[in-house]
């Protein structure tokens, strides 16, 4: 559907603050390196803790991280080939979450009915993805498409983000390009106008014109002296759950959160540039001109966000009620979607509880 992009005032629901995840999504969970061979870490998305391994043959799986037996963190275990074996008393948990020995068991005995929950996960992009839904499910959903990645023409910059605040506020800031004003000494954008705004039951795409001047303008390739001002576009498509910015050829940004809990946020970025060096130089020492780039100059940037959002998060923590006015009308679309996705799942899972006849079959499920 087709917004008109006129900027006037609008009361925020409050009630996006307040709002879980649709679960039946894709969501990053950890950088691939950090899962190496024989090696189990804890992660969680939105309130569901999850120990993930990567077995010695570097398979990835994905199971609850309680011990069926008395519900220990089966993080603190150890991977055992390409099992995941509890640390109290040793039960051995395959990839499905099944328990597949007891060391205590007399010969011959039947091994009890003991499952943890587990969860579809794989590695693409260089992120370990889960899946927080079911596993059917899992099997609908494609990950986001990053075309760029492996490309030798962009160079990738993989971003950590980690903000302790609710993921509205996190997506709000990345979708709000008028903020260009809090970059300001760091020369980031200004004089933004919002050109174009659709927006689906799923997605929220905008488009922002924006100028450069200063620095910017030259690392971007724009112009030689860095004096001029230069107007582009920025199109900034959210698909819930994540994002993907990009500046007319020279700039491409996939944001992909994870939604840990009411008050803390993670986001896996991969920020694509164009930058002008030479093919030679930049293939070999591609990480580290990436650790260059994020260290001295995008850090700062999101340093600057990291203390907005946070400042929103405890303002709304310590006044719930109080309202607010936005103009933007991308961010009220933004918030509908993510309202909608989350009424979307709860109506599901009402209807799964209560079957087709109204009789109640199973309870809601945990999340949110
Ligand atoms: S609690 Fe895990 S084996 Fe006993
Ligand atoms: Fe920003």
């Not at 903000?163 to 260009?180: K, L, P, R, W, Y």
């Not at 959210?238 to 020279?250: D, F, I, K, T």
């Not at 600057?304 to 936005?326: F, G, H, K």
Request: aromatic fraction near 12%.
């Amino acid at each position: 559907m087709e917004i008109a992009p006129i900027l006037k005032s609008q009361t925020v629901q409050n009630r996006v603050r307040e709002v879980g995840i649709n679960p039946n999504y894709w969501y990053p969970t950890a950088w691939a390196d950090e899962v190496a061979p024989g090696q189990v870490i804890p992660v969680v998305i939105w309130n569901s803790a999850i120990a993930l391994y990567r077995s010695q043959d570097s398979q990835i799986y994905a199971i609850e991280d309680a011990c069926p037996h008395k519900g220990v963190a089966l993080h603190k275990g150890k991977v055992t080939g390409e099992n995941l074996t509890c640390p109290y008393h040793g039960w051995e948990f395959n990839g499905n979450g099944v328990c597949k020995s007891i060391p205590y068991l007399p010969k011959g005995q039947k091994l009890p009915c003991a499952t943890a929950r587990s969860y579809a996960a794989q590695e693409r992009y260089g992120i370990i993805w889960i899946f927080p839904g079911t596993i059917e499910d899992s099997e609908k959903v494609e990950l986001p498409l990053v075309p760029e990645y492996d490309d030798p023409k962009w160079l990738t910059i993989p971003i950590p983000g980690h903000f302790q605040a609710h993921f509205s506020i996190c997506n709000e800031n990345t979708m709000d390009v008028f903020h260009g004003y809090l970059h300001k000494n760091l020369q980031g954008w200004f004089s933004p106008v919002l050109i174009s705004l659709k927006a689906s039951e799923a997605s929220v795409l905008a488009q922002y014109q924006v100028s450069y001047r200063g620095w910017m303008t030259k690392f971007f390739g724009f112009s030689e002296q860095g004096n001029e001002v230069t107007t582009r576009t920025v199109t900034i498509r959210y698909n819930y759950p994540h994002y993907h910015s990009s500046l007319e050829g020279v700039s491409s940004l996939y944001l992909m959160r994870q939604p840990v809990g009411a008050q803390l946020t993670k986001s896996f970025s991969l920020l694509f540039l164009k930058i002008r060096l030479p093919q030679w130089l930049v293939k070999p020492l591609q990480k580290q001109i990436a650790q260059i780039l994020w260290r001295f100059v995008l850090k700062s940037f999101l340093d600057q966000d990291t203390e907005m959002i946070e400042s929103e998060q405890r303002t709304y923590l310590a006044n719930p009620q109080r309202r607010y006015v936005e103009i933007n009308p991308a961010i009220i679309a933004l918030q509908r979607v993510i309202v909608g996705q989350y009424e979307k799942f709860m109506q599901q899972s009402k209807k799964l509880s209560y079957g087709n006849n109204g009789n109640q079959v199973s309870s809601a499920g945990g999340v949110k």
